[in-house]
């Protein structure tokens, strides 16, 4: 018999809404279930983690999931949560965009093996392209009325008076197309639940209509909440922009620092739905933490479980080792491991001053480093009681007024770090 997927979900806080006799047709044997995901960049973020753990959870529960890449409704766009309407994607992009999601993908489901319950990949896009105009509208369009269709609350508040640009006829069929493939699947997979976030309730509800009336069988629906924030912000925003899981667009070590500077609230909420601790490990931990909140020891294992799932052990490794230049006692040694992106990473927003390679030949005196060539501090007097006060060092290393900077002191070919006591940094970059 399968485990209990929908209490699972439940004591996680990931459940939201769920079609009733869900959980009891879950309980009767392998279920197959699909989430629909948005291909329209070639790395998933953080937004679709809970989506893609619940696929996960659906796996391990002995079901079957299957991952939809929305390449033909990637060509349309959502109107759900939307108050404009986005761009449009042609399909080599969104071929390209699936194979590395599928990458992404594969770190969390297993899509290899024999076993039954192995995850699937599928585009719509495989299955729209053939459909003609006449035909989509004849064949599914007949089942659906406009007035079921105006009453979903996605199109509801796209055709309200806030929404300034209204709703193209493009969207608004986006349902029907997303109704559809709940229908396919049912049809030629056997996938009897559709899962998402709860703005796409309506769109999955659709899918279940159009079973009912052509298909001649019963579809269920499930949705976890959108995540927020307690302080009120978006979830998995920065002021850089999303979060990504594709290290070259969030680095490893940014990846790791969202998780750990969440809240105490955030991370007693984050830790059951984004990591596959037991509910006893975080009971246990959230105690602990709450005995002792300054070690924020939540927000490290959180930081620590979710960045080995999405990278590795050797990128939290490395992550943590970053963390501790800012913020504990490391070595010139510890900063000449971090490659270049990490370095500029972990001294974002210090203060930086582009120089000449050439400026290291006969080698570039501490006074001229610290004050004409780069203004970090004041005056060269400043500079001279600062080194005199021994409270100067280079790379992490305390230098005196007679120090030269030379090529051996540069990380990766490139930088210097200077700072002033413990919190006052500069870097230097020669090019």
Known sequence: ??????????????????????????????????VGIDPTADSLHIGHLVSVMMLRHFQLAGHKPFALVGGA?????????????RNLLDEATLRHNQEAIKNQLAKFLDFDGDA?????????????????FLGFIRDIGKHI??????????????????????????????????GYD??????????????????????????????????????FALTCPLITKADGTKFGKTESGNVWLDPKRTSPYKFYQYWLNTSDDDAERYIKIFTFLNQQDIEELVRS???????????????EEITVMV???????????????????????????????TFLDVFDGVPQKQLSIHELEKGLDMIAALAAKTHFLASNGEARRELKQNS??????????DYLITTKDLINNQFVLLQRGRKNYFVLEFK
Not at 189 to 196: A, I
Not at 199 to 211: A, R
Not at 333 to 340: G, N, P, S, Y
Request: glycine share 8%; hydrophobic share 35%.
């Open 182 to 219: 709940f229908l396919y699947l049912y049809q030629n997979h056997n996938c009897t639940l559709q899962m998402g976030g709860s703005d796409q309730w309506g769109n999955i509800t659709t899918g279940t209509e159009l079973i009912r009336r052509i298909g001649g069988g019963k579809g």
């Open 73 to 85: 409704t990637g060509m349309i766009g959502d109107p759900s949560g939307k108050s404009v309407e």
């Open 116 to 132: 039954p319950n192995a995850a699937v990949l599928v585009n719509n896009y495989d299955w729209m392209k053939d459909f003609s």
């Open 311 to 341: 990278h590795s052990r050797e990128d939290l490794d490395n992550a943590t080792k970053a963390s501790s230049i800012l913020f504990g006692k490391s070595t010139s040694e510890d900063l000449k491991q971090l490659d270049a992106k």
């Open 1 to 34: 018999m399968a485990k209990n997927f929908v209490a699972e979900l439940q004591w996680r806080g990931m459940l939201h809404d769920a079609m009733p006799g869900t959980e009891k047709h879950l309980l009767s044997g392998m279920q197959a279930a699909y």
């Open 392 to 401: 100067i060092s280079v790379n992490k290393e305390k230098i005196k007024e």
């Open 289 to 303: 933490h709450k005995e002792t909140p300054h070690l924020r020891a939540l927000q490290k294992k959180l930081a």
């Open 145 to 178: 009325t406009v007035n079921y269709m105006m009453a979903k609350d996605s199109v509801k508040k796209r055709l309200s008076a806030e929404a300034k640009e209204g709703m193209s006829f493009t969207e608004f069929t986006y349902q029907l197309v997303q």
